[in-house]
């Protein structure tokens, strides 16, 4: 396991929760962009098995978070919005090498920090939460990322000798240590 490098400021979730509603609409973009990452997996690495009943169970999960998040906003009278860049996850994507072993090591390694990452945000909004449905929610969600956050890195060690994983995964956890920071707060999951 790993821990981020860098932990969310105590001020990000007060930012993320003064505009509730732009905080659900962004969650529900990364919970729609997090399954079809997952259905991305299948579509490039087919020959690649022992990833594809994890990554479509992945990506249905993701979905189904999706969809929950979805029925808040709709409950709340609003319409969802055409998906914004994540200036977050583009800096991390810089980070993919070329070539196909080490793009398929990158993006397992990276799909698992921003899990993890999500997990703590999506833990620090549960907390704050006052409202108990939100609250459950919230917490249930938390604990998906967390378990997302361990499954690729499992996928990882199918295909990866231990040492490359953690050398790779330290340098990453190193760069989003800092793209994390260059991020301003916003009523957004990153």
Known sequence: ???LRHQTPPGWVKTALQDFNAFLMDHASCERKASAVGMSFVVRYPDRQAILEPMINFAREELEHFHQVYRLIAAR???LAPDEQDAYVNLLMDQVRH????RFLDRLLLASVIEARGFERICLVADELTDPSLKTLYTRLGRAEGAHKILF?????????????????????????????KVPFRSALH
């Open 1 to 3: 396991m790993f821990e």
């Open 77 to 79: 009278g609003l319409t």
């Open 99 to 102: 070539g196909r072993e080490e």
């Open 153 to 181: 890195l499992e996928l990882a060690a199918l295909y990866f000798p231990i040492p490359i994983i953690k050398a790779r995964l330290s340098q990453l956890l190193d760069f989003e240590a800092e793209a994390i920071q």
